[in-house]
């Protein structure tokens, strides 16, 4: 069990990328967003969840109201708990960024593309004795993914960046030193979260 890193998780994405009060990104067709929820997302999980799905609600959330619905949208979601740790924030942070992530993922990891991750999925997932590999793997397919679309021309830079730090986030819980290239694309980055 990895109940310990979704506080790692959320902590590393709200502050290195997602800590933002309500904004809206040009060229985003997600729209109005804080702290990596767009109003979308939030709305329906509010009304899902029995709790105010309005826009004068969500404009008013700071970064920790976000905490709990992240549990229950991204991180159980994924069954990230059940899943080895490294994996699992992988997993989950790519979930939180795109819906087809545990599809992308059960195809890299050999199992029924379903996108529901279930006791194949997590046994599978359990099945790599070769953890950095599987780190680097999840990643490289997360970038791939990435590529596919079409705001990738606008947006693709921080995606990428963002998906090797998680990277270097999952090295770091699983005790193993981060690629020598992950710390080196890192270090060149801008300013400009890009």
């Known amino acids: 069990m990895t109940t310990l890193n979704f506080p790692a998780w959320f902590d590393w994405m709200e502050q290195a990328f997602e800590g933002q009060s309500l904004h809206t990104t040009p060229k985003d067709p997600g729209g109005a967003t804080a702290f990596g929820w767009t109003y979308g997302t939030w709305e329906g999980f509010a009304k899902l969840h029995g709790l105010d799905p309005s826009f004068e609600h969500f404009a008013a959330m700071q970064r920790d109201d976000f905490k709990t619905p992240s549990r229950l949208a991204f991180w159980n979601a994924v069954k990230a708990d059940q899943l080895p740790a490294g994996v699992d924030v992988i997993w989950c942070d790519f979930q939180f960024g795109s819906y087809h992530a545990t599809e992308v993922l059960q195809g890299l990891i050999g199992v029924p593309a379903d996108n529901a991750v279930g006791n194949v999925t997590i046994n599978k997932a359990w099945s790599f004795n070769n953890k950095a590999k599987l780190l680097d793997d999840m990643t490289a397919a997360r970038k791939a993914y990435y590529q596919t679309l079409t705001a990738y021309e606008d947006f693709g ?16 819980i699983c005790k193993l030193s981060v690629p020598a290239p992950v710390v080196a694309a890192n270090q060149v980055t801008t300013g400009d979260g890009t």
């Open 157 to 172: 830079r921080g995606w990428d960046r963002r998906a090797d730090e998680c990277m270097a986030l999952a090295y770091g």
